[in-house]
């Protein structure tokens, strides 16, 4: 669809376009694209390519593919990050095109810090351009084995 920002995204268009880190025929997995203030490092997405509005509109097959790639995601955040915890959510209300999100509760973050604002807490670690990509290009070995 022309007007989705998660389409555009996948043709390389957009202000959601961050470092794709693996991407088969059916599902992309890329890291948050950094702003003026950086992004967490390690904030991940998972979606499909094809354009579906919602988990429940996945094809068997897609959600397979989706559940795959957000284990891989995780076991590389988990690998690369040292985390004390990776979250993972499909939440399905900003933009309608299927999107998991896949992202670190990084160590020294407060335990008052709810899980969902954790991407958020000025303690966890943020990276600009240069950061975010050297991080995808370490997690892009957990999907291609190399």
């Known amino acids: 669809m022309d007007d ?9 268009e957009g202000p959601l376009v961050g470092p794709e880190i ?32 919602y988990l429940d509109a996945l094809t ?14 995780a076991m590389a955040v988990r690998a690369e990050l040292d985390p004390e915890h990776v979250f993972s959510a499909v939440i399905g209300r900003g933009i309608p095109h299927f999107h998991q ?5 990084h160590r020294g973050v407060p335990e008052e810090t709810p899980w969902h604002e954790s991407a ?6 943020r990276g600009d351009l240069a950061e975010v990509t050297a991080l995808a290009d370490r997690l892009r070995r957990y999907f291609t084995g190399v």
């Open 4 to 12: 989705c920002l998660i389409c555009a995204k996948h043709r390389g």
């Open 22 to 53: 693996w991407r088969d025929d059916l599902v992309a997995v890329s890291h948050g694209s950094p702003g003026d203030d950086g992004v967490l490092l390690g904030y991940l997405f998972v979606e499909t390519l094809r354009h579906a509005p």
């Open 60 to 73: 068997d097959v897609e959600a397979a593919a989706v559940g795959s790639a957000a284990r891989r995601a």
């Open 101 to 105: 999100h896949v992202f670190p509760r």
């Open 120 to 125: 958020y807490a000025p303690e966890a670690p």
